[in-house]
């Protein structure tokens, strides 16, 4: 049976770490494994089928898939770490929303000891797909590795045998992805404030009636920034990243970064946690925070 070693157990991670567990050994390592919520998240992992580790090294022992599930703050750091664990065997498969840059930094430390790795593009909200989200895969064992990935339930697809490309494609369609999200937080905030959110989403509707905006689709907008603005951001600042690289201004994913952060931040000012504002009514959150 294959055997996996999830690094990062937040959301994305319990539910690989949940929906492999039938199909491959999984154990998982999360740095607040050692903190205030390590009880509570060993407890989830039990529940989940999967193992529980005391370390790092612990969780690669054996592994034959590295799932690296962290945050992008985080993501070259626990690469460099898990290097000097990894044997000839063992693909480290770097799932996190960062640069190329970033994702070649990795590549290269991995390089440096005896493993492989790999650029992971996660191509959609990993919640609802689950398994089903699509990845993306680069570099030299791209193609064997999706094939493996395919055959435990993923879907998986290489696109390149470069480090970084699809990395790329992910990072710039975040700059139209996460723009939208801030554009229309932004937009039917100040619509709702001044009284003219109706006009304003049935204008929005005659320009793009496939979209849902007479529907649900400013609320699910909406609420992707309350519930994951700080990731969000974060990963937006890899975005701007990204684009300076090449030499784009990146003036548009700096102002989507501030507003991803800022609608949590005005949250929590409230004392107001996502759960205490679902199901989500975006006029509803609006109106608490004025």
Same mark, same amino acid.
């Given at each position: 049976?294959?055997?996996? #070693?999830?690094?990062?157990?937040?959301?994305?991670?319990?539910?690989?770490?949940?929906?492999?567990?039938?199909?491959?050994?999984?154990?998982?390592?999360?740095?607040?494994?050692?903190?205030?919520?390590?009880?509570?998240?060993?407890?989830?992992?039990?529940?989940?089928?999967?193992?529980?580790?005391?370390?790092?090294?612990?969780?690669?022992?054996?592994?034959?898939?590295?799932?690296?599930?962290?945050?992008?703050?985080?993501?070259?750091?626990?690469?460099?770490?898990?290097?000097?664990?990894?044997?000839?065997?063992?693909?480290?498969?770097?799932?996190?929303?960062?640069?190329?840059?970033?994702?070649?930094?990795?590549?290269?430390?991995?390089?440096?000891?005896?493993?492989?790795?790999?650029?992971?593009?996660?191509?959609?909200?990993?919640?609802?797909?689950?398994?089903?989200?699509?990845?993306?895969?680069?570099?030299?064992?791209?193609?064997?590795?999706?094939?493996?990935?395919?055959?435990?339930?993923?879907?998986?697809?290489?696109?390149?045998?470069?480090?970084?490309?699809?990395?790329?494609?992910?990072?710039?369609?975040?700059?139209?992805?996460?723009?939208?999200?801030?554009?229309?937080?932004?937009?039917?905030?100040?619509?709702?404030?001044?009284?003219?959110?109706?006009?304003?989403?049935?204008?929005?509707? #005659?320009?793009?009636?496939?979209?849902?905006?007479?529907?649900?689709?400013?609320?699910?907008?909406?609420?992707?920034?309350?519930?994951?603005?700080?990731?969000?951001?974060?990963?937006?600042?890899?975005?701007?990243?990204?684009?300076?690289?090449?030499?784009?201004?990146?003036?548009?994913?700096? #102002?989507?970064?501030?507003?991803?952060?800022?609608?949590?931040?005005?949250?929590?000012?409230?004392?107001?946690?996502?759960?205490?504002?679902?199901?989500?009514?975006?006029?509803?959150?609006?109106?608490?925070?004025?």
């Amino acid at each position: 049976m294959t055997r996996i #070693a999830i690094v990062g157990f937040g959301e994305a991670g319990q539910i690989y770490a949940r929906d492999l567990a039938g199909v491959a050994d999984v154990s998982v390592w999360d740095k607040k494994f050692s903190g205030t919520q390590a009880e509570h998240l060993r407890e989830l992992a039990v529940q989940a089928g999967v193992q529980p580790t005391g370390s790092l090294a612990e969780a690669l022992d054996g592994a034959n898939l590295v799932f690296s599930l962290v945050t992008a703050a985080s993501a070259r750091e626990v690469a460099e770490q898990a290097a000097p664990l990894l044997g000839s065997e063992q693909v480290f498969l770097d799932f996190n929303s960062v640069a190329p840059e970033t994702k070649r930094a990795g590549a290269k430390a991995v390089a440096a000891g005896a493993g492989t790795y790999l650029d992971v593009a996660v191509m959609a909200p990993v919640p609802p797909g689950r398994l089903s989200t699509p990845l993306l895969l680069g570099g030299a064992a791209a193609y064997r590795v999706a094939e493996s990935l395919c055959e435990l339930g993923c879907n998986a697809r290489a696109a390149s045998e470069r480090i970084g490309d699809v990395s790329a494609i992910k990072m710039c369609r975040s700059v139209m992805i996460k723009g939208l999200e801030a554009l229309t937080t932004e937009c039917l905030s100040a619509a709702r404030q001044y009284g003219v959110e109706d006009a304003v989403l049935a204008s929005l509707h #005659a320009s793009f009636p496939s979209l849902g905006w007479d529907a649900q689709f400013p609320h699910y907008l909406i609420s992707r920034v309350a519930e994951h603005g700080v990731r969000r951001a974060e990963e937006m600042g890899e975005v701007v990243k990204t684009l300076r690289d090449v030499g784009v201004m990146a003036a548009m994913s700096q #102002a989507t970064q501030s507003v991803q952060e800022d609608l949590p931040a005005r949250l929590a000012q409230k004392n107001l946690h996502y759960r205490d504002v679902t199901p989500f009514v975006w006029q509803d959150v609006v109106d608490k925070l004025k």
